[in-house]
């Protein structure tokens, strides 16, 4: 790999917009604090902070908010960020439709679309409508600073490229990116739908993560998973990391077409769901679902949720693969949060009590205790949310580059 460009030394300028983007993050989670706040929180010098405060209002991303109660029943200026002044564009491609977002540094909504694809049409054609999409919406809000995509197949970060999508061939040859850039003026990222769906959770969560390891654990058609560390994505050494989909849960198992045995992948999808119901409906002909022509994921959920004795075994079923799966992610990563996100997080208790089954005898107690396994807040689509975030995360990385 040629390294040659990578800056190794950091310049007063540098540091200079690692503060800034330090305190912009701080501001933007406590979405009202004072400067007292960051300075005991960041380490940083009142007299610094007051410095970047004050040219942060100057740029207008910051500003005074009126008095408030500080530490010690002290009254000081209360200062947020200026949740109007930029708009982040969320585009979300997956391998039946795009959607794409218009969505603010708080994360709330102000545009949303969807369109159909037509896997015959191939991905140029695509490609066009998603640039012709965005375009439509950035004559509408002229305040937007970036963009972010989110693709279903790994992405090579280190290449540019899709590494593949499954049936929905065509992309591997497109560079996302590049084209984007050739079109848009404002800066373009782009990122697998697993590791925006886990910005997603960090970001916009009602949950506040704080320092630590998160797993989001995507469980739909397919099984991956994002990783964020102590805010930042883990993105692997070609952006490749958390593909834990395929990670054997038994070297005897179940064949994987992508050459393995026993992958997750093929334990605790919609997919399986599915066919294990339709395997055991004899053995339950009291079941609401033997009456069930077509059966689907949703369905199945719906009887769970009706007491429907086999539903809520097959969801304890997945719960015990996805169990297993988590064991290993959990020795590997040691997280204190583990979320399910995806069409399985549709589970919701009855999955998560039957992964600490399967968890909790299998691991050592105080890495147990130490996890937190929850179900997604976001009711659908985190990675769309995913996608806007990874816009707004850059942005607050390098502000110096929009303010
Ligand atoms: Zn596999």
């Known amino acids: 790999m040629n390294n040659s460009n990578v800056k190794k030394g950091t310049n007063l300028e540098d540091i200079q917009e690692m503060n800034r983007s330090l305190l912009l993050k701080l501001i933007r989670k406590y979405r009202i604090c004072t400067r007292a706040q960051l300075a005991k929180e960041t380490g940083l010098k009142q007299a610094s902070i007051t410095k970047i405060i004050a ?11 009126g008095v408030v109660d500080g530490e010690k029943g002290r009254r000081s200026i209360g200062i947020s960020i ?53 375009q439509e919406l950035m004559s509408e809000y002229e305040d937007v600073a970036a963009i972010g995509i989110a693709i279903p197949g790994p992405f090579l ?67 991956g998973a994002g990783i964020i560390i102590d805010g930042q994505l883990f993105a692997g050494s070609q952006g490749m990391a958390g593909e834990v989909g395929h990670m054997s849960i038994d070297y005897n198992g179940r064949k994987c077409s992508c050459g393995s045995y026993g992958c997750l992948e093929k334990y605790c999808t919609t997919y399986v769901l599915i066919k294990e119901t339709k395997e055991n409906l004899k053995k339950y002909p009291e079941s609401i679902l033997n009456d069930d022509a077509d059966l689907t994921a949703e369905r199945i959920f719906e009887a769970m949720e009706f007491g429907d004795e086999l539903a809520v075994e097959m969801v304890k079923l997945m719960g015990q693969y996805m169990g297993y799966g988590i064991v290993n992610i959990a020795n590997v990563y040691n997280p204190n ?25 299998r691991l050592l107690a105080s890495v147990y205790e130490n996890i937190s396994i929850q179900i997604t807040e976001f009711a659908n689509d985190s990675i769309l949310y995913g996608a806007a975030a990874i816009a707004a995360d850059n942005f607050l990385k390098s502000p110096n580059r929009y303010l």
């Open 55 to 65: 040219s942060l209002i100057e740029l207008g991303i910051v500003q005074e908010v």
């Open 82 to 134: 200026n949740n109007h002044l930029y708009k982040f564009i969320g585009v979300k491609l997956s391998r039946k439709s795009f959607s794409i977002g218009v969505y603010d540094l708080f994360g709330e909504e102000y545009k949303f679309k969807s369109e159909k694809i037509d896997m015959l049409t191939g991905a140029t054609v695509t490609l066009n409508k998603m640039k012709t999409a965005v």
């Open 337 to 361: 949060w583990v979320i399910i996100s995806e069409t399985m997080s549709r589970g919701g208790e009855v999955l998560i009590h039957s992964i600490h089954e399967t968890v909790r005898p």
């Open 157 to 223: 970060k280190t290449k540019g490229k899709i590494a593949i999508i499954t049936e929905l061939p065509g992309w591997e040859n497109i560079d996302i990116k590049v084209e984007f850039d050739k079109t848009f003026r404002i800066p373009v990222f782009v990122e697998h739908d697993a590791n925006a769906a886990a910005l997603a959770e960090w970001w916009f969560s009602e949950n506040h993560f704080e320092h630590g390891v998160m797993v989001n654990l995507l469980a739909g058609e397919g099984v």
